[in-house]
C-alpha cells in the first residue's frame, strides 16, 4: 500500500521543446543561407532580412499585445522566411507591406500559430507576386550587381556549380542550394524534419525534368534552380500547414513537386514553388483524413 499508483493531469508525454527552442533552431537552419545572400548580393540584402524580419516581429507583438517583440520566435521566422522568398533589393515598403500581410492574413487571421492553414511567408510572397509582380521580378546579377535574369527565365543557364554554390541571380533563398542543404542538416539532425516530404518534392521534381526536359542534366538543372531547394527544406515542411501522418507526408511532397513541374513547364509563370505548396497546403486535412493508420484492432467492413 505505500506505492500508490498517482494519475496526474495531462499532457503525459513531456519533451523539453518549446515552439520558442524550434522556431531558434529553424533560425539557426537558415543562418547559411543568410549568410551567402549576404555574401553575393551584399548590404542590400541584409537590409531586406531586417526589414522583413522585424516587420513581421513588430506586427505580431502588436496584434497579440506583447511587449517582448520576438515572442515565441514564430513571426522572426515568417519574416526571414519572406525575405528568402524576395530579390534582393525591392523597395523597403515592399518587404514591409509583405511582413504585414503574412501576419495578418497568413497566420493571425487563423487564430495564430498552430491554426493557419498556409504557409504565411508564401501566403506574402503570392499577394506581391500578383501586385507588384515588377518588383517582384527584378533580379540583380550576385557578381557586379547589376540586373540579370534568373535561371529559369535566361537563354544563358548558368552551370551546375554556380547554381549549387549560389552565384547566379534569384531571390535570395534560391541561389545557393549549398547553403540551404547545410542549414537543413540541422533540422534534420533535431529531428524536426524527416526525408518524406524533401525527398517526395525533389525526387519527382529530378524524375519529370529527367523525362522531360533533356535528361540528367534537366533533372538536375531544375532541383537546383529557382525556389525548389528552399520550399522542399523550408516551406513545404511547415510542421503546421503539413500532413502529420508518414504516408501523407510522402504524397504532401510528391504533389508539391508535381504541381511545382506542371507550372514551370505548362503554365504562365516559370517557377511554381509558391502555388504548389500553398495548394498542397489546403489538401493537408484530407491527406491526414485520407492516410490515418487502421485502429489496432479495427475490423474492415
Same mark, same amino acid.
Given at each position: 500500500m505505500e506505492r500508490k499508483f498517482v494519475v496526474s493531469s495531462s499532457p503525459h508525454l513531456r519533451t523539453d521543446e518549446t515552439i520558442k527552442s524550434v522556431m531558434i533552431d529553424v533560425l539557426v537552419a537558415l543562418t547559411p543561407a543568410a549568410i551567402a545572400a549576404v555574401?553575393?548580393? $551584399?548590404?542590400? @540584402?541584409?537590409?531586406?532580412? +531586417? =526589414?522583413t524580419t522585424f516587420s513581421a516581429m513588430?506586427?505580431?507583438?502588436?496584434?497579440? /499585445? !506583447?511587449?517582448?517583440?520576438?515572442?515565441? &520566435?514564430?513571426?522572426? +521566422?515568417?519574416?526571414?522566411?519572406?525575405?528568402?522568398?524576395?530579390?534582393?533589393?525591392?523597395?523597403?515598403?515592399?518587404?514591409v507591406v509583405g511582413a504585414v500581410v503574412a501576419i495578418v492574413l497568413g497566420k493571425q487571421v487563423y487564430g495564430g500559430i498552430g491554426s493557419n492553414i498556409f !504557409?504565411? @511567408?508564401?501566403?506574402? /510572397?503570392?499577394?506581391?507576386?500578383?501586385?507588384?509582380?515588377g518588383h517582384m521580378t527584378s533580379w540583380i546579377s550576385p557578381v557586379d550587381l547589376t540586373s540579370t535574369a534568373t535561371p529559369l527565365?535566361?537563354? !544563358? @543557364?548558368? &552551370?551546375?556549380?554556380?547554381?549549387f554554390t549560389g552565384a547566379t541571380g534569384g531571390c535570395l533563398g534560391e541561389t545557393s542550394a549549398f547553403a540551404l542543404l547545410f542549414g537543413a542538416?540541422?533540422?534534420?539532425?533535431?529531428?524536426?524534419?524527416?526525408? /518524406?516530404?524533401? &525527398? &517526395?518534392?525533389? $525526387?519527382v521534381v529530378f524524375l519529370l525534368g529527367l523525362a522531360l526536359d533533356g535528361g540528367l542534366t534537366g533533372g538536375l538543372f531544375h532541383i537546383l534552380s529557382? $525556389? +525548389?531547394?528552399?520550399?522542399?527544406l523550408f516551406m513545404a515542411t511547415d510542421m503546421v500547414t503539413s500532413p502529420v501522418t508518414t504516408r501523407g507526408q510522402l504524397f504532401f511532397g510528391i504533389g508539391c513537386g508535381l504541381i511545382t513541374m506542371l507550372i514551370?513547364? #505548362?503554365? !504562365? #509563370?516559370?517557377? $511554381? +514553388?509558391? #502555388?504548389? =505548396?500553398?495548394?498542397?497546403?489546403?489538401?493537408t486535412p484530407l491527406i491526414d483524413n485520407l492516410t490515418l493508420p487502421r485502429k489496432y484492432g479495427e475490423v474492415a467492413k
Open positions: 555574401i553575393f548580393f $551584399g548590404y542590400r @540584402a541584409l537590409i531586406t532580412m +531586417v =526589414i513588430l506586427t505580431e507583438a502588436i496584434i497579440l /499585445r !506583447n511587449k517582448n517583440i520576438f515572442g515565441d &520566435g514564430s513571426a522572426a +521566422v515568417t519574416g526571414l522566411l519572406l525575405a528568402m522568398t524576395l530579390p534582393p533589393a525591392p523597395p523597403w515598403w515592399l518587404c !504557409n504565411p @511567408a508564401l501566403v506574402a /510572397r503570392a499577394v506581391l507576386m500578383v501586385s507588384w509582380a527565365v535566361s537563354s !544563358n @543557364a548558368p &552551370g551546375f556549380l554556380q547554381l542538416v540541422w533540422l534534420f539532425y533535431k529531428g524536426h524534419i524527416n526525408w /518524406r516530404i524533401p &525527398g &517526395g518534392y525533389l $525526387g529557382g $525556389g +525548389v531547394m528552399l520550399g522542399a514551370r513547364f #505548362y503554365g !504562365n #509563370y516559370p517557377e $511554381g +514553388v509558391t #502555388y504548389a =505548396i500553398l495548394l498542397m497546403n489546403a489538401l
